[in-house]
Structures are given as C-alpha cells and as structure tokens.
C-alpha cells in the first residue's frame, strides 16, 4: 500500500539554527512524485517541490534544499538558518497511480522557529 | 482570480442539513481534487477529476458525499444530511497536468456542523 511517514510531529528550533524534516514513503509504482508543501498559520497549502523517481538528484533552492533516495526511500527537507517565517506545518506527500492518480499526505511536521 | 478559488470560506450548519462547496480552479488546469483536512485524520483524499470525469472517486467516505465537475472548470462537493464528524476544512487543488505538475491549492472552506 502506499503510505507516507512523517515520523517527527513537532519541531522546536532557534532562529538560524538548520532544521531537518524526515519523510519516508512506500509505493509499489516504479514510476512516482514526490512533493513537499507548505501550510503556514494562515492555512493555505503551498507547494514547495515536486520530484519524479528517475530523478535522485539533490535539489536546493535557496536556504531550501531536499535529499531524496530511493534506496531508502526517503525524501527529506532541509531549511539552512532557519527564519521566524519558516514556522508552518510541512507535508510530504506521495502519488498513488503515476501522473494520472492522486496525493497521499503524510500527517504532517510543525515547525516552531523561536526569534 | 489567478488562484484556487473556493466558497464558502466558512459554513455553519445544523445536523442533518445539505451543504454544498464550491471550487473554482485555475483557468485551464484539467484536474481537480477534493481533500478533507481534520485534526485527527490529516490531509484525506476525497476525488480527483480529470475534465469533467472523475475516475477516482475512492475518497468519498459515504455515499453522502458526491462532486460533480461541469464545463471542465467549476466543482461542487456536495454532502447530503450532515453530520458532526462531517465537520473539517475542504480544499480543493488543480493541476494542469495532473501529478506531474504542480498542485495548486485554495484556501478551503471550513464547515462546521453542529
């Protein structure tokens, strides 16, 4: 079945320190995205990365950057000198059904970033 | 609007009652997906439609719960005779290729059932 862990529910960090958020998926597709979004306070979902299984490439993006392997199936998120701003729930969700299918979410990491 | 569109943002209904949600998505974005988010269950999926066709509606909990998809653009969820777990926010995305691009999301819209 397919299934997306996000193991850490809650984080607590101090302005500028870096911050890690795990995600380990299980699928059965040989061909599946991978996507991390953003949900700050005010509630809208925004979305940060999608990544394809034929792609292992590291990606960053600023002070953002994600480390996908597929050997151990995890994709995780990393955020260098955290800001205040930062603070939001994060999902990592997981295609089921290829292009054509829908999102599984994981359940979610708070991240509280103190000034 | 240049984003997910989706009304009303908060709705307030008795048990027992209809409520119908309303998501208008991004101007030529041929997928649309419902999902439900409460404290307890997280981000669910609900039903996903690729133009006016739904080929997964696997998500729906009840056979309370229907959608329907017309001119490829606007969606309503519909749930019939509300009940109190029905209470959560409903978000709609669109895509404009489906999975393999990205997902835009509205804001929601909150319904609570008393």
């Known amino acids: 079945a397919q299934k997306v862990t996000q193991a850490q529910t809650e984080i607590s960090v101090v302005e500028k320190e870096d911050v890690t958020l795990d995600c380990v998926y299980e699928?059965?597709?040989?061909?599946?995205?991978l996507f991390w979004y953003k949900q700050p306070p005010s509630g809208e979902l925004v979305f940060l990365i999608r990544?394809?299984?034929?792609?292992?490439q590291n990606e960053i993006s600023g002070r953002y950057s994600w480390n996908f392997q597929k050997s151990t199936s995890s994709f995780n998120f990393t955020i260098t000198a955290s800001q205040v701003v930062d603070s939001a729930v994060y999902f990592c969700?997981?295609?089921?059904?290829?292009?054509?299918?829908?999102?599984?979410f994981g359940k979610g990491t708070k991240l509280s970033v103190k000034p | 609007g240049a984003g997910v569109s989706q009304s009303p943002s908060n709705k307030v209904t008795e048990k027992g009652k209809d409520v119908e949600l309303r998501c208008d998505p991004i101007?030529?974005?041929?997928?649309l997906y419902w999902y439900r988010q409460s404290l307890g269950q997280g981000l669910e999926f609900l039903i996903y439609?690729?133009?006016?066709?739904?080929?997964?509606k696997s998500g729906l909990p009840s056979d309370r719960f229907s959608a329907e998809r017309t001119g490829g653009s606007v969606s309503t969820l519909t749930i019939q005779r509300t009940q109190q777990e029905d209470s959560a926010v409903y978000l709609c995305?669109?895509?404009?290729?489906?999975?393999?691009?990205?997902?835009?999301f509205g804001e929601g819209s909150r319904l609570t059932v008393l």
């Open positions: 995305a669109s895509s404009l290729r489906g999975l393999a691009g990205e997902l835009f």
């Open positions: 699928t059965r597709d040989t061909t599946y995205y």
């Open positions: 990544r394809n299984s034929f792609d292992e």
């Open positions: 969700a997981l295609s089921n059904g290829g292009s054509q299918g829908n999102l599984i």
């Open positions: 101007s030529g974005h041929t997928a």
């Open positions: 439609f690729q133009g006016n066709s739904a080929p997964d």
